[in-house]
């Protein structure tokens, strides 16, 4: 059975009304909207910025009582967002039996020092088995490998390292997580690291960051992401319909956004429609891999699958450096949902890029919703089967 979580704004019961083609949700006894921030600034050319969204309610953060205590926050305190159980239950995951052994790679830009400290703090909170250094469940290394980690970003990207393993957490409580920490947001530094999860034994690896695509990408980028056996999951972006890099690789899993709700009266007890500011769309630029068949696009289409990225319905998440707990979404919390949903297979079948959902749609059609405009076409408009927003769904065991 699962959990419907509410965010605790001091108000009362919260009413999660979601935002969904300009309608503005609200906290309930209260007119301030809930909208969300991005947690990383624009990047030039050349650099990627992390997708992290971060709610907020009335302009400020949802847990404002936490910003300035929230090291005397206990285990007690019920966060706001929802929890792992939610996710289990929203994507009927076998989670407490399956991914055993299994390493999911989170790769990075700068250093979050106290990652695994704030990811044992959400562990605990959660009650899911205990992942560290010590017990072998854990790892952290520089981009090249080593310990000579990069500087830290602890309000951008030190929110982005505690969301990506933290989710992975609440899908795989069994896997082994390897934070991979690049020198600094540029492609090649990134992709390095990449390079680097994957020597140290990555079956799946997590990228929740993305930059507009170039027109050398295939060349200078896909190289290092066509990694036969290794799943690459990219997340899709968020900026609307328009697609992004890597996400518009062929060798990679580009993953969308949804918007998650409880539905206690349905048979599944969760319903989703489309996030209205996930990525999505035809490349301009990469060509179109053989287990992609839609005809609406003569490229690659983004995106394949889609999972939870509405910061409306986003995930807890507990980060000691910027403000305690915090709600944060994005389309870098649908993508490693779905990097522990790979991983919970054991990896199998993870060839080359998005072949295996292709073959295998055991997934929840996601059929409303849209992120844009292109003349009514499904490159941005949810509907019956694949589109581009939701891509072929969301996992279903």
């Known amino acids: ?9 001091g108000v009362g019961a919260v009413l999660l ?11 309930a006894g209260t007119d301030q909207p809930l909208s969300s921030v991005a ?9 990627a910025r992390c997708l ?14 936490l910003a300035a205590q929230h090291m005397a926050v206990t285990p007690s305190t019920t966060p706001g967002g929802l929890a ?20 999911v790679a989170v790769v ?4 979050n020092p106290a990652a695994e400290q704030d990811m044992g703090y959400y562990r605990s909170q959660f009650g899911l088995p205990a992942c560290t250094t010590a017990n072998g469940c854990f790892r952290k290394m520089d981009e090249y490998g080593g310990t000579s980690y990069p500087a830290a970003d602890p309000s951008g990207w030190g929110v982005e390292i505690d969301l990506d393993v933290q989710a992975v957490s609440a899908v795989c409580p069994n896997c082994k997580i390897l934070l991979v920490e690049a020198t600094s947001a540029s492609l090649p530094d990134l992709l390095t690291a990449v390079q680097t999860a994957v020597r140290n034994g990555a079956t799946v690896v997590s990228m ?12 200078s980028g896909d190289a290092a992401l066509g990694q036969v056996g290794v799943a690459m999951v990219a997340a899709g972006g968020d900026s609307g319909y328009g697609t992004t890099y890597p996400a ?7 993953v969308g956004g949804t918007t998650l709700t409880s539905a206690p009266l349905t048979p599944r007890g969760w319903s989703e429609t489309t996030w209205a500011e996930t990525g999505s769309g035809c490349s301009a630029y990469e060509p179109k891999p053989g287990w992609q068949t839609d005809s609406g696009c003569p490229r690659r289409t983004a995106n394949d699958v889609s999972a939870d990225a509405d910061p409306a319905s986003g995930a807890a998440v507990y980060d000691s450096t910027a403000s305690g707990w915090m709600v944060v979404g994005g389309t870098s919390l649908s993508a490693p949902i779905i990097a522990g949903a790979y991983a919970l297979g054991n990896g199998e079948g993870a060839a080359t890029g998005a072949a295996p959902f292709y073959s295998n749609a055991s997934l929840n059609d996601v059929t409303s919703g849209s992120n844009g405009s292109c003349s009514g076409s499904y490159l941005c408009n949810a509907g019956v089967g694949y589109d581009g927003p939701t891509g072929l769904g969301t996992p279903n065991g």
């Open 1 to 9: 059975m699962h959990r419907t979580r509410t965010w605790s704004l």
């Open 248 to 254: 518009a690789s062929p060798y990679v899993t580009a």
């Open 52 to 65: 992290a969204r971060r709610l907020l309610q009335g302009g400020q953060p949802v847990r404002p009582d």
């Open 108 to 111: 990075e830009a700068y250093d």
């Open 208 to 219: 929740s960051w993305s930059e507009p695509e170039f027109p050398s990408e295939a060349s």
């Open 84 to 103: 792992p159980a939610d996710f289990q239950s929203a994507y009927a995951l076998p989670s407490s039996t399956a991914g055993t052994g299994v390493t």
């Open 17 to 27: 009304c979601l935002q969904t083609m300009g309608v503005t949700a609200t906290a």
């Open 39 to 47: 947690v990383c600034a624009g990047a030039q050319p050349g650099f």
